[in-house]
């Protein structure tokens, strides 16, 4: 039983090793700000860093571990998908859930569970969560019908 555990500790270790020769997922790259939108006031876009700027802007802060194979494949798809739904840095181009952003930070959506563990500062409190959803309303529209005193709940 003993040898069995070491073989599969051995094998795990092999294949994480080979698993770094896989290109994919080291492309750290942060393209320019091209345009940030038209922020109601400034604590919106601080929360909105806080709690969003990694995955849906191109201001992404990529921590060591977004380098070790295969977490780095989920980060880099993470971030790749977050921009391509909602960017803070290419508010020149259409954002397709720009929208909808209030409406899923209230809904607790967003930022995502997983991504909290390794991400203290993205735990926002009910307050800072109503304060980041009613300032993304008010920046980017929404087609949230939830009234603030009833986000609450």
């Known amino acids: 039983m003993k040898n069995l555990a070491?073989?599969?500790?051995?094998?795990?270790?092999?294949?994480?090793?080979?698993a770094q020769i896989v290109p994919y997922g080291r492309d750290h790259t942060?393209?320019?700000?091209?345009?940030?939108?038209?922020?109601?006031?400034?604590e919106t876009r601080r929360l909105a860093r806080l709690a969003c700027f990694d995955c849906h802007s191109n201001e992404t802060v990529w921590p060591w571990y977004s380098n070790v194979a295969p977490v780095s494949w989920l980060v880099h798809r993470d971030?790749?998908?977050?921009?391509?739904?909602?960017?803070?840095?290419?508010?020149?181009?259409?954002q397709k859930?720009?929208?909808e952003s209030a409406k899923v930070i209230r809904n607790g959506e967003m930022p995502p569970r997983t991504y909290l563990p390794t991400h203290p500062e993205a735990?926002?409190?009910?307050l800072e969560r109503e304060a980041l959803a009613a300032g993304l309303q008010a920046s980017l529209g929404s087609q949230d019908t939830v009234p603030p005193e009833a986000a609450g709940r």
């Not at 073989?7 to 270790?13: H, S």
């Open 6 to 18: 070491l073989k599969t500790l051995l094998g795990a270790g092999v294949l994480l090793l080979v």
């Open 123 to 126: 735990r926002l409190s009910p």
């Open 30 to 42: 942060n393209p320019p700000v091209l345009k940030e939108p038209a922020w109601d006031r400034p």
């Open 79 to 94: 971030v790749t998908e977050g921009r391509a739904e909602l960017n803070f840095s290419e508010w020149d181009r259409p």
């Open 97 to 99: 859930e720009a929208k």
